[in-house]
């Protein structure tokens, strides 16, 4: 279920210098503040090896679109405090998960602050990037979800998913583009991707 752990997952980047310092909460929290919207490709690592690629759509708060590559790939969508997994090559009908128990909450927030977020649950720093750590913490069994982000400016770069089994899954943002004008269309789970 790759595509459920990138569901219960997140947010924006682009490419520049790494920085060598541990970022502070309030930092990452006033960069994600500032994105209203944004779109970026995505290349993912699936715990097997295995590449998926993709778009993705942010429309803070509430709202973010993953749009796999290929013919019948699956759309996860966070939407009026949902996420809706749908799988074009299933019968049944679109798997939803409440926005709220996900660490995707964390980030659509209409105002973060990571500092007092209860899913935040770890704060370190791996000497290339600043890593927050999120996890439900009602439900550890859920996995949690390691977000990296580099200084100067601040910005997102990659998450890890960890799940439950010890698996991992990657997501590597490319080129981000802020300030998009983005069709309300995209976060409606039966609608294709106009922009």
């Known amino acids: ?3 459920i752990a990138l569901a219960l997952a997140f947010v924006a980047c682009s490419p520049a210098a790494w920085a060598a310092e541990k970022l502070s909460l309030d930092d990452i929290s006033g960069y994600l503040n500032t994105l209203k919207t944004a779109a970026a ?3 993912q690592v699936n715990d097997d090896g295995s590449l998926s690629t993709g778009k993705l759509y942010l429309h803070r708060p509430g709202r973010m679109r993953f749009e796999y590559s290929g013919p019948d790939a699956p759309i996860v969508v966070a939407s009026a405090g949902a996420v809706m997994i749908q799988d074009p090559k299933s019968n049944q ?7 709220r128990r996900t660490p995707l909450s964390v980030i659509l927030a209409r105002t973060v602050d990571l500092s007092r977020a209860n899913m935040v649950v770890g704060h370190s720093f791996d000497g290339t990037a600043t890593v927050v750590r999120a996890q439900d913490p009602e439900h550890p069994e859920y996995g949690s979800i ?3 982000f580099t200084g100067e400016p601040v910005q997102l770069r990659k998450w890890v998913i960890n799940d439950d089994a010890g698996g ?3 997501v590597v943002l490319g080129a981000l583009e802020t300030g998009v004008k983005l069709s309300s269309k995209l976060f409606n789970v039966e609608r294709g991707s106009d922009r």
């Open 1 to 3: 279920m790759k595509h």
């Open 41 to 43: 490709s995505f290349t």
């Open 168 to 170: 991992q899954t990657t």
């Open 93 to 99: 009908p679109p798997e939803t998960y409440p926005l």
């Open 146 to 148: 390691d977000l990296m």
